[in-house]
């Protein structure tokens, strides 16, 4: 197991000297399923319209479904089918690479597999791995699943317009991801109301300027 994943972390860095060379910044997102991957960056899509350019690679095991939903917003997007994988790997995007340009990328999300686990051992190439937490699958899971939230610089807590609904604790999940991961930013969210995306776009162009020193080249 060590074997593959150091032969990744090469292929990895390889990947990220691709993208450093067309200056995209590059986020590895992660969550389980139905979390809200691909709503964020629907919503993403459009609160960046004009600032920042956003490309997605996303994986999936089966279907293009998710490509056919980002499209819509205009976006360049290459859809990986992992056939039995329940991750993505550095040689995936390796692979992926010839199919997307680059040069009209700013910000490349890497739509990653929905799953806990397995995701978060992976390198991409990514500057950061992110991860989403929603509401409805429970407050315990960064004790539960501790890598991930060990491995990610932002959790993003979705779907907190259904908190009335259920019986997770926002103050239990923050505190148990600072748990395992005492530096980990946090914002709540909401993709159906808007809550917390300005400020996930926020944290977007915060990251871009830290890296390349230039708002966007839009
Ligand atoms: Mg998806
Ligand atoms: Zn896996």
């Known amino acids: 197991m060590t074997d593959i994943l150091e032969a990744n972390d090469r292929i990895a860095a390889v990947n990220r000297q691709v993208f450093d060379r067309h200056r995209n910044l590059v986020l590895n997102l992660m969550s389980s399923p139905g979390a809200g991957k691909t709503i964020l960056l629907e919503k993403t899509a459009e609160a960046l319209k004009g600032k920042l350019r956003l490309g997605v690679i996303v994986g999936d095991i089966e279907t293009a479904r998710d490509k056919e939903r980002l499209e819509k917003y205009g976006l360049p997007v290459v859809q990986l089918n992992t056939g039995s994988a329940c991750h993505l790997d550095a040689n995936m995007i390796a692979s992926a690479l010839p199919h997307v340009d680059l040069t009209n990328i700013d910000v490349l999300v890497i739509e990653n597999v929905g799953n806990l686990v397995c995701p978060a051992e992976f390198k991409v190439g990514e500057d950061f791995k992110i991860m989403i937490l929603s509401v409805t699958e429970g407050d315990e899971k960064p004790l539960k ?15 907190v317009d259904l908190l009335r609904y259920t019986n997770f604790s926002l103050e239990e999940a923050k505190a148990n991801a600072r748990k395992v991961h005492p530096d980990i930013e946090i914002m709540d ?13 926020a944290w977007l162009s915060r990251c871009y300027q830290k890296k390349f020193g230039a708002k966007s080249r839009a």
């Not at 699943?145 to 779907?159: A, G, T, V």
């Not at 969210?189 to 776009?201: A, N, V």
């Open 189 to 201: 969210m909401s993709c159906i109301t808007g809550e917390g995306i300005s400020e996930w776009t």
């Open 145 to 159: 699943y501790p890598l991930m939230f060990r491995e990610s610089s932002l959790l993003l807590i979705n779907k």
